[in-house]
């Protein structure tokens, strides 16, 4: 069965996307941290990011830069972590999120219920960002 990350690069289920190659995608996640948490997803649905091949490592790891330096300029904060979790969702994601100190880096922080307005301007900034 597909993983739902999978379901949303197949556009079966909505998602913001802000970018998107032949490898990878990235897309707002629903339960933000901070305005402009994004996930970087590779199209290779593999669960455990050390099991993907070294490829897919590479092209995973470049897409997430880039987002990152879109996140960077469109929200300026102190710093955008990477961090891959991933216990959530059996597809392995690169989670960046823009922040001021690493006591945002809590799970515990996400808004379960953002403004769509917001989730839209913050997927907008990230686009324009890219451009």
Same mark, same amino acid.
């Given at each position: 069965?597909? !993983?739902?990350?999978?379901?949303?690069?197949? #556009?079966? /289920?909505? =998602? #913001?996307?802000?970018? +998107?190659?032949? %490898?990878?995608?990235?897309?707002?996640?629903?339960?933000?941290?901070?305005? =402009?948490?994004?996930?970087?997803?590779? #199209?290779?649905?593999?669960?455990?990011?050390?099991?993907?091949?070294?490829?897919?490592? #590479?092209?995973?790891? !470049?897409?997430?830069?880039?987002?990152?330096? @879109?996140?960077?300029?469109?929200?300026?904060? *102190? *710093?955008?972590? &990477?961090?891959?979790?991933? /216990?959530?969702?059996? %597809?392995?994601?690169? %989670?960046?999120?823009?922040?001021? !100190?690493?006591?945002?880096?809590?799970? =515990?922080? &996400? $808004?379960?219920?953002? @403004?769509?307005?917001?989730? $839209? +301007?913050?997927?907008? *900034?990230? *686009?324009?960002?890219?451009?």
């Amino acid at each position: 069965m597909a !993983s739902v990350f999978t379901r949303i690069i197949n #556009r079966e /289920l909505p =998602g #913001r996307f802000v970018y +998107e190659d032949e %490898h990878t995608v990235a897309f707002l996640t629903i339960a933000p941290i901070r305005p =402009g948490h994004t996930l970087v997803v590779p #199209r290779l649905e593999v669960d455990h990011w050390i099991d993907l091949p070294d490829e897919a490592q #590479r092209e995973l790891w !470049s897409a997430a830069a880039k987002v990152g330096r @879109a996140i960077y300029k469109a929200f300026q904060p *102190r *710093r955008v972590a &990477a961090i891959i979790a991933g /216990l959530e969702v059996p %597809h392995t994601h690169v %989670h960046l999120i823009p922040i001021e !100190s690493e006591k945002q880096l809590d799970f =515990g922080l &996400a $808004d379960h219920n953002p @403004a769509p307005e917001a989730m $839209d +301007e913050a997927a907008e *900034r990230i *686009r324009a960002a890219l451009a």
